[in-house]
């Protein structure tokens, strides 16, 4: 039994369960009484959302990136067996880059649904979102005024997301409201994923408002959300509002609402509720004193809690002779751009130490490597500079070689194929564990968009909207 029960208005209700195991059963329960206590009733197509950033075998990164799959388990398990459900399909569209169905094969989500299907009622099924059809969906946002998102996501009588709870290298935090990043395909994700990669995220809230979201805070995730360090936090969170559930998610981790600048602005568009005191908890903690002690468990605040968040500091832990400048990128205001390519080269970097440990980035081969528009001249000092995205400029001298990758964002994909092993540290994406089944889970992914119809869908949208705005 729940130490108190929810009020008649549910919207601003976060309900909070202990959960410290990753049971499939356990949790499967939970889920159940989180949905009566909220007046969650799914029915019809029900479209479901995971957040599965990145995902590999390798014991090394871990499987803190992605929604775990006893949740997974869990959640289709209850929906596929709830009264009136017909269908319940689960889609995600991961790293820029990265086939969506690989990722799902490294986190082991196609053998999780082959378990769910064969016993739950309603027909249960995954798909890509970057393979499948689009619907457009009217926005009338700051970025976006109309957004093209999975027809099974468009169509859906009611969705459900599946967020991890977890830091951020750019935004703090990761939550409910930041998995409709995931809704977009490629070529729209990219879409001002720079300055204005916080408008976008509000945007999104139009076409991915969930109806019911179960976040994974059992394990937590700290520093780099690509492979997290976790710690143990012991809980499962539910509610009907991603701002709520997010303002929860966010005390958890350390950080006030103006401390994760996608709930910052979102308030300031007029979503609510704005203050945790407006949120009501319920279930197994009730209030912000629990909910401190809770908090606890994931307790320092430490350089592990923040490693990656700021590469200079990282360059002078590791003793590393790379070297990074960071310019601006607004010729206004000379502000730079945090969320842009700053955050690849973030995810990128600490992939490296990951698989190749600090010591590689002490005897690493000297290079530059630049953000941004940098006022000051460079000394290369014959070596190699690397000028990441379509805004870096620098006046550089004695360089070996200087190599632009113009693109606006330069995402982690990108830097790996132009920098790869150029510093002298092996990535471990071009290895043949890693880059031979990627590229058949490539190739796949393109027979699956022809059989689909999704090229052509998209050759049809560019000759309706962006050719004829050309002419």
Request: net charge neutral.
């Amino acid at each position: 039994m729940t130490k108190q029960s929810v009020s008649a208005s549910v919207d601003n209700t976060v309900y909070i369960r202990r959960c410290e195991d990753y049971d499939p059963a356990v949790i499967s329960r939970l889920i159940g009484e989180g949905m009566a206590a909220l007046d969650y009733v799914p029915a019809g197509n029900v479209f479901v959302k995971p957040n599965v950033v990145f995902a590999s075998k390798d014991p090394k990164f871990g499987i803190g990136a992605y929604t775990h799959n006893a949740v997974i388990e869990a959640a289709l398990g209850t929906l596929g067996d709830a009264h009136g459900v017909r269908r319940v399909d689960m889609g995600e569209n991961t790293g820029i880059g990265v086939p969506t169905r690989f990722n799902y094969k490294q986190a082991g989500y196609y053998d999780t649904v082959r378990r769910v299907r064969k016993k739950a009622k309603a027909a249960v099924d995954i798909f890509c979102i970057d393979e499948e059809p689009r619907d457009s969906v009217f926005i009338g946002g700051v970025v976006h005024d109309n957004l093209r998102v999975s027809r099974k996501m468009a169509r859906a009588d009611s969705k459900v997301y599946l967020p991890k709870l977890k830091c951020h290298n750019i935004t703090n935090m990761t939550g409910a409201v930041k998995l409709n990043v995931g809704i977009c395909s490629d070529d729209e994700r990219a879409i001002k994923h720079d300055f204005m990669l916080i408008e976008k995220i509000v945007d999104l809230l139009t076409a991915g408002y969930p109806d019911f979201i179960v976040m994974d805070a059992i394990d937590i995730g700290v520093a780099n959300e690509a492979i997290p360090d976790m710690r143990k936090l012991g809980l499962l969170i539910m509610g009907k509002n991603p701002m709520a559930v997010d303002l929860v998610g966010a005390h958890l981790l350390g950080y006030h609402r103006d401390d994760v600048p996608y709930l910052k602005r979102a308030v300031e568009r007029g979503y609510a509720p704005g203050r945790l005191e407006d949120v009501t908890l319920a279930g197994d903690i009730c209030t912000i004193e629990e909910l401190d002690k809770q908090a606890s468990r994931i307790l320092p605040y430490d350089d592990e809690y923040t490693k990656w968040q700021d590469i200079q500091k990282e360059f002078d832990r590791l003793e590393t002779p790379l070297r990074f400048f960071w310019g601006h990128s607004r010729n206004e205001d000379k502000s730079q751009c945090k969320y842009g390519c700053i955050m690849g080269l973030k995810m990128f970097l600490s992939f490296f130490e990951r698989h190749a440990g600090a010591d590689a980035f002490r005897t690493a081969t000297p290079a530059v490597l630049v953000i941004g528009n940098v006022a000051e001249t460079i000394d290369a000092k014959g070596n190699e500079v690397f000028l990441i995205g379509s805004c870096a400029k620098a006046d550089v001298i004695n360089a070996k070689k200087v190599h632009h990758i113009d693109q606006c964002f330069t995402t982690t994909s990108e830097l790996n194929l132009v920098i790869g092993n150029r510093l002298g540290m092996t990535t471990p994406f071009l290895k043949a564990p890693y880059l031979v089944p990627f590229v058949y889970n490539l190739l796949i992914a393109a027979t699956r968009k022809l059989i689909s119809m999704r090229y052509f869908q998209d050759i049809g949208h560019f000759l309706a909207h962006g050719l004829v705005r050309r002419v």
